[in-house]
C-alpha cells in the first residue's frame, strides 16, 4: 500500500475550492476521513465563518480550537477547526506582540474588524497562515497531523486568496507579516500542497475549473486533483442509453416488460419513456462534461450522488471510494 | 393552508411595479432568473433595463453583453410592438465606484484618489464593495427615468442579507470615527491628537503601523483628506437607496432551491424583509424535480423493476422504472423540504419551477424560463 496519494505523493496541505454548489466542503469532509484511514490524525479546517463542517458532522458550532468530529477506519481521527479571522489576528498579535490583552481591548472597540477591512490581505495572511502552521506542526520531531485539508473559498476567489504574497505587497514590506506571507506562500506553492477542484459533471462548474486551472498554473500553486461530485450513474443499458439521447426509446419495448411486471402499460409506457429520454439529456451533458475533464491531463476523482440531506455516514461512503481510488 | 401562488406576470405588467430584486444565496439561479424575467417584461410591452453583476459567459452573450463599458445596452431580439424594449449591463464595481469619486469631486482631487493604493485596494477587493456598488448603481438607473422597471440580480454572495446589509457596512466604515482618527495625523500635523483620542486608539494605530506598515497609515491619511468632500455622503446614499427599496414600487423576489441550505438562506431573508417592512413578492424555488406519471409510486416502481430484473432480459424497463423511483423519491425529497419552508412561511407567495435539461445560454431558452415562471407549464 503506498503512503501517499501516489498523484500527489508529498502533499501535505489539500486545499479543496470548487463553484458554489458543487458540494466542496462535503467533498473535503470525505478527503479528511479518507486520508485519516489506517490510524492516521488529519485536520479539516474552514475559514468562512460559515460553520459547515459543524452542520455536516452534526455538532453544534465549532470553537476556534482543534476539535475531534470523527474517527476513521483503523483507529485514525478527523479534528475540525472553524479558523475565525478575529481570533487569527488575536493569535498573530500574542506570538509576535505578546500582545493578547491590549488585543482583547482593540477588539471591543471594533479595531480588529478594522484593520482586517483596511486591509483585505492581512486577513488572507493570518488566515492561510493558520492552515499552513497546523500543516508543519510537529512536536517531538513528528508530525501532529499527517494531513489538513482546508475547505477554502470558491473557485472564483480561490488563487487571489493563496496567491498572499501578491496580497500584502502593499503593505509592509519589512517585518513579521511580510516574513510571514513569504513563509506561507514557500509551502502553499511547494509539493507539500495540492489544490483540489470540485465539480459537478455540469457546463458552468466544468468551465470553472478550467478557469480556475489555468489561474492557479499562472501562478505557480500546485494544481491536485479534479473531483467529480454527484456524479449519476447511467442505469439504462449502453445501447439504450444511446438510443435514449437521439430520442428513439422504444415505447413498445418498455410496454412489453411493463405488462410483464403486472403494470398497467397503457397508461405508463409513453409517459416513463419520455421521462427516460429526458434523463438521458442529462447523461449526455455529463459525458460532454467528463469528456472536458479528461481532455485536462489531470488526475480525477468520481463520487457518486447521494440523496441528502448529506449525513455522517454519506461521507463515510464518499471517503471509502476515494480511499479504493487510492487516496490516503 | 397552502401559500398562495406568485403571479409573476401580474407582478410583470402592473405599471406600480418599477424594481425587481432578485436575492437568494450562491448558486440558486439568480441571474437566470432576473434575465428571464426582464425578458417576459419587455416582451409584454415594459421598457426594461436589467443589471446583472455575473452572468455565465453565454447568457451574457445572449444579452448582448460583450462590451463591458458599465452602461445599458439595448439587446436586440427582445420587445414588442407596444414599445417593449429591454436593455442589459453588467456590473463593473471599481468602475461605479471610481465615477462616484470622479462625480463629487474636482478633476485633481479625484486623480489623487483614483491612484491611491489604500482606494484602490478598498474600490477592488473590500469585501461589500460589489453590494455597495449594485445599490449605488440601482439608484442611478432609478434617477436617469429612462426605464419604467429595473431588474436587479444581487452579488453572488454567501449570504443574501449580504446585500442589504454591505452598503450599509461599507458606509459606516467609510463615514466612521475610525477611518477619521487614523486620517487624523495628517490633518493635525501633530501629535496633539493623541491626548483626545486616548492611549487606547494610540496603541491601535502603533499596531497598526507595525503590522500594516507605514505607508498603509500614510495612504489611508491621503486617501480620507482627499475624500472630504464626500464624507457623509456616503452613508445617505446607501441610506437613500435603502429607502427607495423599501417603498412600495419595489418588488423583492427570493430565489432558492429545493435543498436546505437555500431555503434556510431564503428564511432569513424574508424574515429579514418582514422586519423591515420591505415589500416581498414572493419565493422562487429553481430546479424542482417532478415526474409525468406521479401517479405510480417510487416504491412500487422499484419493487417491479426488481422483479424484472429477476426474470432476467427486460433490462430496458426495469431501467426505465429505477429512472422513475428515482424521480419520485427525489420529488418527494425537495417536497419534504419545500414544506418546512411553507409552514414556517404560510403567508409567502410560492413558485416552483420545474428542473431544466439543459442550461440557458440563449433568448429562447429564457423565454421558456419567463413562462415557467409565470407558470404557463
Request: aromatic share 4%; proline share 5%.
Amino acid at each position: 500500500m503506498p503512503a501517499t496519494d501516489p498523484d500527489f505523493p508529498a502533499a501535505r496541505l489539500h486545499i479543496v475550492t470548487g463553484k458554489g454548489g458543487t458540494g466542496k466542503t462535503t467533498v473535503a469532509a470525505a478527503l479528511a476521513i479518507a486520508l485519516a484511514y489506517g490510524g492516521r490524525r488529519t485536520l479539516l479546517v474552514e475559514v468562512e465563518g460559515r460553520q459547515g463542517i459543524a452542520s455536516l458532522f452534526d455538532y453544534p458550532p465549532l470553537p476556534y480550537k482543534e476539535t475531534r468530529v470523527a474517527v476513521a477506519p483503523g483507529g485514525g481521527e478527523v479534528l475540525a477547526l472553524a479558523v475565525d479571522d478575529e481570533a487569527a489576528l488575536l493569535d498573530y498579535l500574542d506570538i509576535f506582540y505578546s500582545l493578547r490583552r491590549a488585543g482583547r481591548a482593540l477588539r471591543k472597540m471594533g479595531a480588529i474588524d478594522f484593520a482586517t477591512a483596511i486591509a483585505p490581505g492581512l486577513r488572507d495572511v493570518l488566515l492561510t497562515g493558520k492552515v499552513k502552521e497546523a500543516a508543519t506542526r510537529t512536536v517531538g520531531g513528528k508530525r501532529v497531523y499527517h494531513a489538513v485539508v482546508l475547505d477554502a473559498p470558491p473557485t472564483g476567489r480561490i488563487t487571489k486568496f493563496l496567491n498572499v504574497t501578491a496580497e500584502v505587497s502593499g503593505l509592509a514590506k519589512v517585518g513579521p507579516i511580510k516574513t510571514q506571507s513569504d513563509g506561507v506562500m514557500a509551502v502553499l506553492r511547494s509539493s507539500q500542497t495540492a489544490v483540489h477542484l470540485v465539480t459537478l459533471l455540469e457546463e458552468m462548474p466544468v468551465q470553472e475549473t478550467i478557469d480556475a486551472i489555468a489561474d492557479l498554473t499562472a501562478t505557480h500553486l500546485p494544481v491536485g486533483a479534479v473531483i467529480v461530485n454527484a456524479a449519476r450513474p447511467s442505469l439504462l443499458p449502453p445501447a439504450d442509453e444511446r438510443r435514449a439521447i437521439a430520442g428513439r426509446l422504444g415505447v413498445s419495448r418498455v410496454a412489453a416488460g411493463l405488462e410483464l411486471a403486472g403494470l398497467d402499460s397503457k397508461t405508463l409506457a409513453k409517459p416513463l419513456t419520455e421521462q427516460a429520454m429526458e434523463d438521458a439529456h442529462r447523461y449526455a451533458v455529463q459525458d460532454e462534461s467528463r469528456a472536458r475533464i479528461q481532455a485536462l491531463a489531470r488526475s480525477t476523482y468520481e463520487l457518486p450522488l447521494l440523496p441528502g440531506p448529506i449525513d455522517l455516514s454519506d461521507l463515510f461512503e464518499l471517503a471509502d471510494i476515494l480511499n479504493a481510488a487510492g487516496v490516503r | 393552508m397552502s401559500p398562495g401562488v406568485l403571479d409573476v406576470d401580474a407582478m410583470l405588467s402592473d405599471p406600480a411595479t418599477r424594481i425587481v430584486v432578485c436575492c437568494g444565496s450562491g448558486g440558486v439561479g439568480k441571474t437566470t432568473t432576473s434575465a428571464a424575467l426582464a425578458v417576459r417584461a419587455a416582451d409584454a410591452g415594459r421598457t426594461v433595463v436589467v443589471l446583472t453583476i455575473d452572468p455565465a459567459r453565454r447568457l451574457a452573450q445572449a444579452l448582448g453583453l460583450t462590451r463591458l463599458d458599465n452602461t445599458p445596452r439595448v439587446v436586440d431580439g427582445v420587445g414588442s410592438a407596444g414599445g417593449g424594449r429591454l436593455w442589459a449591463m453588467q456590473l463593473d464595481m471599481k468602475r461605479t465606484f471610481d465615477e462616484i469619486v470622479e462625480e463629487h469631486s474636482s478633476p485633481q482631487r479625484s486623480r489623487q484618489i483614483l491612484s491611491n493604493p489604500f482606494y484602490q485596494s478598498l474600490s477592488s477587493s473590500f469585501a461589500g464593495t460589489q453590494e455597495y456598488m449594485a445599490m449605488e448603481k440601482l439608484g442611478q438607473l432609478r434617477a436617469m427615468g429612462d426605464w419604467d422597471l429595473i431588474v436587479v440580480d444581487t452579488p453572488p454572495s454567501r449570504s443574501a442579507l449580504d446585500f442589504l446589509d454591505a452598503p450599509q457596512r461599507m458606509a459606516r466604515f467609510l463615514d466612521g470615527r475610525m477611518l477619521r482618527l487614523l486620517a487624523a495625523p495628517a490633518k493635525a500635523g501633530g501629535r496633539a491628537y493623541l491626548k483626545v483620542v486616548g492611549a487606547g486608539f494610540t496603541l491601535f494605530a502603533r499596531i497598526l503601523t507595525k503590522i500594516l506598515g507605514a505607508q498603509v497609515l500614510t495612504d489611508v491619511s491621503a486617501f480620507v483628506g482627499a475624500l472630504d468632500t464626500m464624507f457623509g455622503g456616503f452613508r445617505e446614499r446607501a441610506e437613500a437607496t435603502y429607502k427607495m427599496l423599501s417603498r412600495p414600487g419595489t418588488a423583492f423576489l427570493v430565489v432558492a432551491t429545493p435543498e436546505p441550505d437555500a431555503l434556510r438562506e431564503a428564511s432569513y431573508f424574508v424574515e429579514r424583509l418582514n422586519n423591515d417592512a420591505m415589500p416581498l413578492a414572493g419565493v422562487i424555488i429553481n430546479r424542482v424535480h417532478r415526474s409525468a406519471v406521479p401517479k405510480l409510486s417510487g416504491q412500487r416502481a422499484e419493487t417491479a423493476a426488481e422483479a424484472l430484473e429477476e426474470m432476467g432480459d427486460q433490462e430496458l424497463t426495469a431501467a426505465v422504472l429505477r429512472i422513475h423511483a428515482e424521480v419520485m423519491f427525489t420529488a418527494r425529497r425537495e417536497q419534504r423540504i419545500t414544506a418546512r419552508f411553507t409552514k414556517a412561511h404560510p403567508e409567502v407567495a410560492l413558485r416552483e419551477i420545474p428542473a431544466l435539461a439543459g442550461e440557458v445560454h440563449d433568448l429562447a431558452a429564457l423565454r421558456v424560463v419567463g413562462a415557467a415562471l409565470a407558470g404557463e407549464q
